[in-house]
């Protein structure tokens, strides 16, 4: 459910309980004589709630309850919270105060402080609107969030326009109002990349573009970029046209299904990116140079990344090609649906890319679960797993994943959670589980793949059982039909 700050001040009194109680409850940001500031936002003339007071979080939280029992809703999609005006400052102006005209204003749009926002001078119960604009946004997702968790009684879903420092904690984002353009689509990656190091993982930009007519192509290979935001979401204006998969071509329709089921066969992989974030702080999309800090090609790539340490992406980003140019840091890679190897020295190399395929690549040495896709990521996330290994020069790897239900609150604080480890290496992959849950043992491992095995085995055994397996010539192994407990040790061996 969208939903914007701004409060309709204009309806008969008595008849619009959340500004008839706001006011009586003094939650709204007053202007610098005392009185409730007005501005203008989508629903016509509004006042602006102060969430840095306790009162208005409440008073917040009682509106969407009341809402909610009218229609159930799952997340929020906080906008317009900068907070954003039509009008500059209120309906009746800015006092001429210190705060209103500073000695210094920063390159703002419009040249003044007031530009399409509220004034610096109005009043909040913690301070100025002067020290607390830009915290706008957090303290409203860190209201909703709150709200959300006692209403719903589930993790809290919020995405926010408006973001600060440590609102990751409460909410995501999407990159604002971007334009069906290929530029777009190319800066959109810097986007992402910049607010996972700002530890604001779930983010992506409106795919196929929100303002502008998209094209075909464009939205094609914007849907191939979006399946791997970390959020992703096809948007666009009121006045544009459709530009959801089914107003296009057959093939395109075909496309982008097959981007977005890619997406959820990946999905056990970005959820344990997640955990890590929640616990460590890590990036989810990644840039080149976190993992290659001392390889120089990587410092200018702004075309490509990875998730997490294991997965490197090369989208299309130009339009009227069948190919991209990658960079591949020195070592062994191999193509993730294949299994193909590449070899680099830290180098460019051309990869072929028709409108149906984004390239993606493993890293040696990494060892990643996906899993069956369905129609819904709800359908999937019961289906069955298949593990792929990347193995190293040296015939190593690993990895892990995190899992639960999905949706209980603070699982890994209160160890509702399962762990695994993955390893292998000398011909062995074991499966250990480092922390017990039960949603585990509702999931089997179907299949194991093994990239990078330089010679057919003669006997592959899992759990000391003898296993029926596939040698493909580009050095692919694939043990079958495991109906493996994830929640239970098992160990494959292969000679």
């Known amino acids: 459910m969208i939903l914007d700050p701004g409060i309709s001040s204009t309806q008969p009194s008595g008849s619009y309980w959340p500004f008839d109680e706001g006011i009586k409850r003094g939650v709204f940001i007053n202007d610098s004589n005392g009185h409730t500031l007005i501005g203008k936002v989508w629903p016509g003339l509004t006042a602006f709630p102060d969430f840095s007071d306790p009162e208005t979080q409440e008073w917040w939280f009682q509106n969407l309850q009341r809402f909610h029992t009218h229609i159930p809703f799952d997340g929020l999609w906080i906008d317009m919270n900068e907070p954003s005006n039509f009008v500059d400052g209120s309906l009746s102006g800015c006092a001429d105060t210190k705060y209103d005209s500073p000695p210094y204003t920063p390159g703002v749009l419009g040249g003044f402080l007031r530009s399409k926002t509220i004034c610096a001078s109005a009043h909040q119960k913690l301070s100025s609107h002067y020290n607390l604009h830009s915290l706008y946004g957090l303290m409203e997702a860190k209201a909703s969030s709150s709200a959300l968790e006692r209403i ?162 090369t989208p299309v980003l130009e339009p009227g090609v069948d190919y991209v140019a990658g960079y591949f840091p020195k070592g062994l890679w191999y193509d993730y649906y294949t299994g193909d190897s590449l070899v680099s020295s830290g180098e460019e190399i051309k990869l072929p890319a028709p409108l149906d395929k984004i390239n993606i690549h493993l890293r040696e040495g990494s060892i990643i679960p996906t899993q069956r896709p369905n129609t819904t990521l709800w359908v999937s996330s019961g289906q069955p797993m298949h593990l792929i290994g990347a193995l190293s020069m040296e015939g190593v790897a690993d990895g892990d994943l995190f899992w639960d239900d999905g949706e209980t609150m603070a699982t890994y604080e209160t160890n509702q959670y399962a762990y695994i480890r993955f390893r292998a290496q000398q011909g062995v992959m074991t499966s250990e589980v480092l922390h017990e849950n039960v949603e585990a043992s509702y999931i089997t491992v179907e299949t194991v793949s093994f990239y990078g095995v330089k010679a057919k085995p003669e006997r592959v055994t899992v759990n000391s059982q003898d296993a029926e397996f596939t040698y493909r010539a580009n050095q692919v192994l694939t043990v079958t039909d495991l109906g493996l407990n994830l929640g239970q040790n098992f160990t494959i061996t292969w000679m």
Request: proline share 6%.
């Open 152 to 313: 719903v009684g589930k993790r809290p879903f919020v995405i926010s326009r408006s973001t600060f420092p440590s609102q990751g904690r409460y909410s995501g984002h999407w990159l604002g109002d971007n334009r069906s353009t290929w530029k777009d689509l190319y800066t959109s990656i810097s986007g992402m990349l910049t607010f996972n190091l700002l530890g604001i993982p779930l983010v992506g930009a409106d795919v196929c573009g929100f303002s502008g007519q998209t094209d075909e192509e464009l939205c094609v290979r914007w849907t191939q970029l979006g399946a791997f935001y970390p959020f992703m979401r096809n948007h666009n204006d009121q006045d544009a046209q459709a530009q959801d998969p089914t107003v296009f071509s057959p093939a395109a329709r075909s496309a982008m299904k097959e981007a977005i089921l890619l997406r959820y066969t990946l999905f056990p992989l970005l959820y344990t990116l997640f955990h890590h974030a929640h616990t460590h702080g890590h990036t989810v999309a990644r840039p080149l140079l976190f993992e290659f800090p001392t390889d120089q090609g990587t410092y200018a790539i702004d075309k490509q990344f990875l998730w997490g340490k294991a997965l490197l992406v």
